[in-house]
C-alpha cells in the first residue's frame, strides 16, 4: 500500500508539471490574443475615460472594476429590453406598447443579441486585460469566473467557451491555488459537467493543496460528488479516505456499504465500530443496536462473508449480551442453515439446547429448532416426489438398475429417503422437551429443591413428557437408571444453605427412599439411602428429623415395630456433651454444632417416639421418655397433658397430679391455663370434698397468678367447688372477690348477676341488696339503669315502693331518656300503680331536669362542632381576602364572597339563637301545657297497698290515689 502511494504522488507531481507547462503557454498566448482581440471600435465615449484611467493606473483595482461594471450595467440593459419583449403584453390599450410591438422584428432581436455577446466578451477581454497586471486578485478571478459560469450554464457541456472556462480554473489555481473557495466552484463546475476522473483528480488536488484545517469544506462535496457519480468502486476508496480523518462518520460509510450490497466490507467496519470503546454515534445509536445489525448482515448474507469468522463474533455476542443469548443463538443457526451445513446448525441447536439459563431464551430456541426439523423434513419430501416423478419419466428397462442405485444411496445423510429417521428425531425432541426445560431451571437455580422433584417425577410419568398425540393405552416404562441419577445428582449438587423452594432437602432424601421402597427388590437399599442421609449435612432440625421419622414410618408401613422403635431411639441418643451446656447455649452458639448433635431438640420426633412406646412399649419406658422430654424442657402443654392423662389411666393419680405441678413450673400464663384448668377439674372431680383444703389452696395458688383476662373461668369452678362441697359463705366470698377482680366491664357485669342469682338462691332475695349497692358503686354508669330495674323489681317482690321509688330517683340520673326509654316507662307505670300526684310529678319534674342535663350536653357538643366549624369558615374567609388582594381583577366577586359569609354568620346566629330559645323553654315549666302531662282523670282501679308504704301511722285511714286526689280537692 505504501509502494503504491508514493507511485501515484511521482504520477502527480509528473502532471502537475506538464499541467502548469501548459497553462504557461496559454497564458502566452491569451496575452497575445487579448491585443489582437480587443477592438477600439466597440468603445463609447464613457468608455474613453474608464481605458484613460486604467491606463494611467494599471494596478489599481478599482478602475478596473468601474470599468467592468459598466459593460455589466449595459448588458443588463440589453436583457431587460429583451425581457420586456418577449413578456406577454396585457394591456391593450397602450398604445406605445403596440406600437413598440409592431416595429419589433426578428432583425432587431438578433441585433441585440448579437451586441449582447459582443459586450459579453469586451467584458471577458477587459476581466483578462486586468489580470494581466493584477493577476494575483482574488476578487478579479471570482468575479470572472462566476461570470464565465453563468454564461456557460446555458450551453452544452461541449462548446469551447465551456472548455476555455475550465482553463480559466486552471490559470487560476496557478496563482490561487490556497483559496478554497475556488477550489469548490471549480468542483462544483465540473460535477455540472459529469466529468469523472477529471473532477476526482481535481479533488485529489484540492486536498493536496489546502491545509487539512480547511478540509471540512471539501469532503462534503466530495461525499456529495461520488454519490452522483455512481460509481461504487471509486465511492467505497474516497469513504475510506474520509473516515480515515473523520471515524465518526462510520456510520454514513456503512449506510453506503450497505445499499451498494457489499456486506462483506459493511461488517468488517460494523465489527470495528462494535469494538470500539470510544465510539460515539452521531445518530444517536446504542452498540446494541449496531451489534443487532451486524448478527443481521452475518446471518442474511452468509455466502458473502469472507472477511470475519461469524461463529466467533456471534459467541462472543453470547457473553456479552445475556438478555439477547436465545436470539443470537438462533443466528448463529440460521447462519450455517443458510451455508448448508444442517448438521452443524443441528449441533448449534443442541449446544443452546445445553447451555441457555432462561426459561424465555429456551422457548426462542426450542421453536426455532422445531421449525428447523419440520422445514428439512418438508424439503425431504419434496425430493422424494421430484424423484418420484422422474422414475415415472424413465423407460421400464431402466427401472431395475435406478433402483439398484436408490438401494446404494438409501442411507445417506442428503438421500431424500431418510425420511423416518428425521421423523423420529423430531419426535424425540417434543419428548424431551420438559426434561430440557427442567435442566434450564436448574442451571438457573442448582438448589431450587422443587425442580429437582420435578425432574424425577417426569422420569417416573414419561406418558405424560410427549406433546399428547401418542395412544392412551401405550404406557412406557420407567426410567429407573434416569430416577436415580436425578435424586443423586440432587443431593450432591444443593446446598443445605442455599435451599429454594417450597420442599426442603429432606424431600429429596424422602422421595429417594420411597422409590426405593416401591419399586426396589429389597428395603435395605432403602435403609441405606436413610442411613446416608441422617449422616448428611441439613439446614436445620426439621429436615433431619423429617428424614429420622420418614425412616421410622417406613419401617411401619412394612410391620417392623421393633426396628422402628430402634430407629427412634437411635436418632434421639443424646449427645455425649453435658446436655446443661447444650441448654445454656444460645440460638448463634447452636449454629456452631452439628446438626445430629442437636436433634436432641426435635419436638417432632420426641412426639413420634412418645406415640409409639404409649402404643408398643410399656408404662416404664413411656414415663422415661415422658420424663426426659420434662427434663430437656422441649415438653409442649399437648405433652404434660397426654402424660398425665397416661397415668390417670393407669391409676396413678398422684403420679398425675405431680406431672401437673411440674407443668405449671416449666409454663407461664396464657399457656399455662389449660394445665390449671385440667388439673383443678381433674382434682375436684375425684376429691371433692375429701380434701378441700388441698383444693381451695391449689384455687388460690392458681388465682395469684392469673391474670384478670383469664380468671372468670377459674373464679365460677372455684365458686362451685365451695358451694357443692363447702360453705355457702365461702362462695359468696369468691364471687365478691371475682366481681371486683373482673378485666372487662362486660365480665364485671356478668359476674354481678351471677353472684346476685347465687346469692339469692343460697340466702334468698333480702341478701340480694347489699349485692346491688355494690354493684351499683362499681358498675359502669351506662350498666346502672338497667341494674337499677333489677333491684327495682326485687323491692317490688318484697313490697317496698318506697325504697323502689327511691331506686328509680337515682337511677334517673344516669337514664338519657332518648337511649333508656324504658326505664321511664317503667317508673311511670309504677307511679300510676303505686304513687299519687305529688309523686308524680316529682317523676315529671325529674325527668324534665334529666332530660335538660343530657340537652345541656347535646347542646354544648353541638357549639362545639360549630365553633370548630367557624374556625373553618373563618380561615377559608381569611383565604378567601388574600386572594382578593392578590388579585386586583376580581374585586367585584370578592365582593359577592364577603356578603355571602356576613349571610351564612347571620344565619348561624340566629339558629343558635334559635335553640337557646328552645332550650329555656323546655327547662322552664310551661302551666298552659305540658307535654308530659297525662291526663289523671280517668278512673283507677282502688288498689290495696300496704301498710309499710307510708309513714303515718297504723291507725289512719287507708287511701288509694283516686280518693286522695279526691279528697285533697
Known amino acids: 500500500m505504501a509502494k503504491?502511494?508514493?507511485?501515484?504522488?511521482e504520477q502527480a507531481s509528473e502532471e502537475e508539471h506538464r499541467r502548469l507547462t501548459a497553462l504557461k503557454k496559454q497564458k502566452t498566448a491569451t496575452d497575445d490574443n487579448i491585443v489582437h482581440q480587443f477592438n477600439p471600435s466597440l468603445l463609447s465615449e464613457k468608455d474613453l475615460q474608464y481605458e484613460e484611467d486604467v491606463k494611467l493606473h494599471p494596478y489599481y483595482l478599482k478602475h478596473w472594476l468601474f470599468y467592468i461594471q459598466t459593460k455589466q450595467d449595459e448588458i443588463d440593459d440589453i436583457d431587460d429590453?429583451?425581457?420586456?419583449?418577449?413578456?406577454?403584453?396585457?394591456?391593450?390599450?397602450?398604445?406605445?406598447?403596440?406600437?413598440?410591438s409592431t416595429t419589433w422584428s426578428s432583425s432587431m432581436q438578433q441585433q441585440y443579441e448579437h451586441d449582447k455577446q459582443e459586450l459579453i466578451m469586451v467584458k471577458f477581454l477587459l476581466y483578462e486585460r486586468a489580470l494581466n497586471y493584477l493577476p494575483g486578485s482574488y476578487k478579479l478571478w471570482h468575479n470572472y469566473l462566476k461570470d464565465r459560469i453563468e454564461v456557460c450554464q446555458a450551453l452544452c457541456i461541449t462548446d469551447a467557451l465551456v472548455e476555455e472556462t475550465n482553463n480559466c480554473f486552471e490559470r487560476c489555481l496557478t496563482y490561487l491555488h490556497k483559496m478554497p473557495r475556488i477550489w469548490m466552484l471549480y468542483t462544483e463546475y465540473l460535477t455540472y459537467q459529469r466529468y469523472?476522473?477529471?473532477?476526482?483528480?481535481?479533488?485529489?488536488r484540492m486536498l493536496k493543496?489546502?491545509?487539512?484545517?480547511?478540509?471540512d469544506r471539501v469532503w462534503p462535496l466530495y461525499?456529495?460528488?461520488?454519490?452522483?457519480?455512481?460509481?461504487?468502486?471509486?465511492?467505497?476508496?474516497?469513504?475510506?479516505?474520509?473516515?480515515?480523518?473523520?471515524?465518526?462518520?462510520?456510520?454514513?460509510?456503512?449506510?453506503y456499504l450497505i445499499k451498494q450490497k457489499r456486506f462483506d466490507e459493511a461488517c468488517v467496519r460494523l465489527c470495528a465500530m462494535v469494538n470500539d470503546e470510544q465510539f460515539d454515534s452521531v445518530r444517536g445509536k446504542s452498540k446494541f443496536d449496531y451489534w443487532r445489525l451486524l448478527c443481521q448482515l452475518l446471518v442474511k448474507n452468509a455466502k458473502l462473508i469472507r472477511s470475519l469468522n461469524v461463529d466467533a463474533i456471534i459467541r462472543s455476542g453470547i457473553k456479552k449480551y445475556p438478555q439477547e443469548i436465545g436470539k443470537l443463538w438462533v443466528d448463529l443457526s440460521e447462519y450455517y442453515v443458510r451455508l448448508g451445513q444442517f448438521e452443524t446448525a443441528r449441533n448449534v441447536y443442541d449446544e443452546a439446547l445445553r447451555t441457555v439459563t432462561s426459561v424465555r431464551d429456551f422457548g426462542v430456541v426450542f421453536d426455532s429448532f422445531a421449525r428447523f426439523e419440520e422445514s428439512i423434513i418438508a424439503m425431504k419430501y419434496q425430493q422424494l416426489e421430484e424423484q418420484?416423478?422422474?422414475?415415472?419419466?424413465q423407460d421400464a428397462a431402466d427401472e431395475d438398475g435406478d433402483e439398484d442405485d436408490e438401494d446404494d444411496n438409501l442411507f445417506e445423510v442428503d438421500d431424500p429417503t431418510d425420511i423416518q429417521l428425521r421423523i423420529d428425531r423430531l419426535e424425540q425432541l417434543y419428548k424431551n422437551r420438559r426434561i430440557l426445560l427442567s435442566s434450564v431451571k436448574l442451571r438457573q437455580n442448582p438448589h431450587n429443591v422443587d425442580e429437582w422433584l420435578q425432574r424425577a417425577q417426569i422420569y417416573l410419568n414419561p406418558e405424560n413428557n410427549g406433546n399428547g398425540d401418542g395412544d392412551d393405552d401405550e404406557e412406557e416404562e420407567i426410567d429407573a437408571e434416569k430416577v436415580v441419577e436425578t435424586y443423586t445428582a440432587a443431593i450432591a449438587t444443593i446446598d443445605p444453605l442455599k435451599v429454594s423452594g417450597n420442599h426442603r432437602l429432606s424431600a429429596v432424601w424422602i422421595a429417594f427412599g420411597k422409590f426405593y421402597e416401591e419399586y426396589g427388590d429389597d428395603l435395605d437399599d432403602t435403609r441405606t439411602i436413610y442411613a446416608k442421609a441422617v449422616t448428611r449435612n441439613f439446614k436445620n432440625i426439621d429436615d433431619l428429623a423429617s428424614v429420622w421419622c420418614e425412616w421410622a414410618e417406613m419401617e411401619l408401613r412394612h410391620g417392623n415395630y421393633t426396628q422402628c422403635r430402634k430407629v427412634l431411639k437411635q436418632a434421639l441418643t443424646l449427645p455425649n456433651k453435658n446436655i446443661n451446656e447444650l441448654l445454656a447455649m444460645k440460638n448463634k452458639d447452636l449454629d456452631t454444632i452439628t446438626v445430629q448433635q442437636r436433634l436432641f431438640k426435635s419436638k417432632k420426633l420426641w412426639a413420634f417416639l412418645l406415640d409409639i412406646e404409649e402404643s408398643m412399649g410399656t408404662l416404664r419406658e413411656a414415663q422415661s421418655v415422658y420424663n426426659t422430654v420434662i427434663d430437656l424442657k422441649i415438653a409442649s402443654v399437648q405433652t404434660i397433658l397426654n402424660y398425665a392423662d397416661l397415668m390417670e389411666r393407669n391409676q396413678y393419680f398422684e403420679e398425675a397430679y405431680k406431672i401437673y405441678e411440674r407443668g405449671i413450673e416449666l409454663f407461664g400464663f396464657p399457656h399455662v391455663l389449660p394445665i390449671w384448668k385440667t388439673y383443678l377439674h381433674k382434682f375436684v372431680q375425684r376429691y371433692g370434698d375429701k380434701k378441700l383444703e388441698r383444693a381451695r389452696d391449689l384455687f388460690e395458688q392458681c388465682l395469684s397468678e392469673c391474670p384478670p383476662e383469664s380468671n372468670k373461668e377459674i373464679y365460677l369452678l372455684y365458686a362451685r367447688l365451695e358451694e357443692k362441697y363447702g360453705f355457702a359463705r365461702h362462695a359468696m366470698r369468691v364471687y365478691d372477690k371475682a366481681c371486683l377482680n373482673m378485666h372487662s366491664e362486660q365480665d364485671q357485669k356478668e359476674m354481678f348477676h351471677i353472684y346476685i342469682n347465687r346469692a339469692a338462691d343460697l340466702f334468698g332475695i333480702t341478701r340480694t341488696r347489699e349485692i346491688y349497692e355494690k354493684a351499683i358503686q362499681h358498675l359502669n354508669q351506662r350498666y346502672l339503669p338497667d341494674l337499677c330495674l333489677s333491684y327495682i323489681s326485687l323491692e317490688l317482690k318484697l313490697s317496698e315502693i318506697d325504697r323502689a321509688r327511691g331506686i328509680f330517683q337515682y337511677g334517673a340520673q344516669f337514664a338519657n331518656p332518648k337511649k333508656f326509654e324504658h326505664f321511664w316507662t317503667k317508673w311511670h307505670e309504677f307511679e300510676v300503680s303505686f304513687g299519687n300526684e305529688d309523686t308524680f310529678k316529682e317523676m315529671l319534674r325529674i325527668r324534665r331536669s334529666v332530660d335538660v342535663q343530657y340537652t345541656h350536653q347535646q347542646y354544648n357538643e353541638q357549639l362545639m362542632e360549630i365553633a370548630a366549624t367557624h374556625a373553618s369558615g373563618a380561615s377559608n374567609k381569611k383565604q378567601v381576602e388574600n386572594a382578593a388582594i392578590d388579585t386586583s381583577e376580581n374585586d367585584e366577586m370578592s365582593e359577592l364572597q364577603k356578603m355571602e359569609q356576613q349571610a351564612m354568620l347571620r344565619q348561624q346566629a340566629e339558629?343558635?339563637?334559635?335553640?337557646?330559645?328552645?332550650?329555656?323553654?323546655?327547662?322552664?315549666?310551661?302551666?298552659?301545657?305540658?307535654?308530659?302531662e297525662i291526663d289523671i282523670d280517668i278512673d283507677i282501679e282502688?288498689?290495696?297497698?300496704?301498710?309499710?308504704?307510708?309513714?303515718?301511722?297504723?291507725?289512719?285511714?287507708k287511701m288509694g290515689a283516686l280518693d286522695r286526689f279526691n279528697n285533697d280537692d
Open 81 to 100: 429590453i429583451l425581457q420586456r419583449k418577449h413578456r406577454p403584453d396585457n394591456d391593450d390599450d397602450d398604445d406605445d406598447s403596440n406600437m413598440h
Open 911 to 932: 339558629e343558635n339563637i334559635a335553640k337557646q330559645k328552645e332550650i329555656e323553654s323546655v327547662a322552664a315549666p310551661d302551666h298552659d301545657h305540658d307535654p308530659n
Open 196 to 204: 469523472i476522473t477529471r473532477t476526482r483528480k481535481v479533488f485529489d
Open 388 to 393: 418420484e416423478r422422474q422414475k415415472k419419466e
Open 223 to 255: 461525499i456529495k460528488f461520488v454519490r452522483i457519480a455512481q460509481v461504487p468502486e471509486m465511492a467505497v476508496r474516497v469513504y475510506r479516505r474520509f473516515v480515515q480523518l473523520y471515524p465518526e462518520q462510520m456510520e454514513e460509510f456503512v449506510e
Open 209 to 215: 493543496a489546502l491545509p487539512i484545517t480547511q478540509h
Open 4 to 9: 503504491r502511494s508514493h507511485s501515484e504522488l
Open 942 to 957: 282502688p288498689q290495696s297497698i300496704p301498710s309499710a308504704v307510708y309513714s303515718q301511722s297504723q291507725s289512719a285511714k
